[in-house]
């Protein structure tokens, strides 16, 4: 929302509990009007992939007597 004009931006994220309902949302709402406005709707998948295996620190290393 831009809240010195009090209207909304233009858009918004959706997440679908789905692939078939987010496929069906597409197809039934892409270029369809809402409030004046046309309404274009796209899959978004994330910029990147990360690697959910892998520690998110790094622990400090062991010195020599301690192996």
Known sequence: M???KNIS???GYVTFSTE???QKALADMNGKLLDGRVIFVDNV???RRYNTDAPLARQPAQSPEEN
């Open 9 to 11: 931006k233009g858009y």
């Open 45 to 47: 998948r994330p910029s």
């Open 2 to 4: 831009d809240k010195g």
């Open 20 to 22: 078939e309902e987010a």
